[in-house]
Structures are given as C-alpha cells and as structure tokens.
C-alpha cells in the first residue's frame, strides 16, 4: 500500500526555519512526483511545490518559490521542504502527497503538479504555527 508520512511541523517564530519530511512506503520514490501542500483554517489546499526524485527536478508556486526549498532522499525514500523566512500567513497544516508519474507523460502532467486535485495519495497532515 502507498502510504505517505508528514513530519516536521510545529510553533516557531517569524523569520525562522522548519524542515518537513514526507516519509513514503510502499512504492518507488522515483517514479512518482511528491508535492507538498497546505491548508490554513477556512481557505482551500494550496499547492506548494513538487519534485520529480528520479532526476531532481522541482517546481514551485511563486508565494513559496525564494523561500522554500523541495528535495529528496531516495535511499530512504523520504521527501523534504526546507521553509526559511517563515511569515505569519504560512501557518497551516502541511501535507505531503504522491502521484504516479510515468516518463512518457511527464511534459503533459508537470504543469499541473502544484494542484492538489492531480495526486492520488495524501498523507496526514502536520502543523506548522508561526508567531510574531
């Protein structure tokens, strides 16, 4: 079964730092995409970013894209997102989710990894509070 583990989250100050991690089971990383995510209380799941590990490449929505960093352990089949400068409006819960993505239609399906209704599996949530 694919299951996905967010972590990482918790209560820092305006300006600082948190790494999350997305701890995947059950499937290849490098043949999937794995985007990050959040929702903030009363407003919909934004897309965050999303990275192909079997070569590294990211994309980014432009309210995260100088602050926030996605990367990728394969060989312990784990996903970050490096948050710097964090705001007050980045608190929300963080989620991690995976899709398939096969080499043929990556051109085609790329465009659309920041929109959450493009993944198939979701793992829960973790919170990250920022504070003044």
């Known amino acids: 079964d694919v299951q996905l583990q967010a972590s990482g989250g918790g209560s820092v100050q305006a300006g600082g730092s948190l790494r999350l991690s997305c701890a995947a089971s059950?499937?290849?990383?490098?043949?999937?995409?794995i985007g990050w995510f959040r929702q903030a209380p009363g407003k919909e799941r934004e897309g965050l970013s999303s990275i192909d590990s079997s070569d590294g490449s990211t994309l980014y929505t432009d309210s995260v894209k100088d602050r926030f960093t996605t990367s990728s352990d394969n060989a312990n089949n784990t996903v970050f997102l490096q948050m710097n400068d964090l705001k007050l409006e980045d608190t929300a819960v963080y989620y991690c989710?995976?899709?398939?993505?096969?080499?043929?239609?990556?051109?085609?399906?790329?465009?659309?990894?920041?929109?959450?209704?493009?993944?198939?599996?979701w793992g829960q949530g973790t919170q990250v509070t920022v504070s003044s």
């Open positions: 059950g499937f290849t990383l490098a043949d999937y995409a």
């Open positions: 989710a995976a899709v398939y993505l096969p080499r043929k239609y990556k051109t085609t399906m790329w465009k659309y990894l920041t929109d959450p209704k493009a993944y198939s599996y």
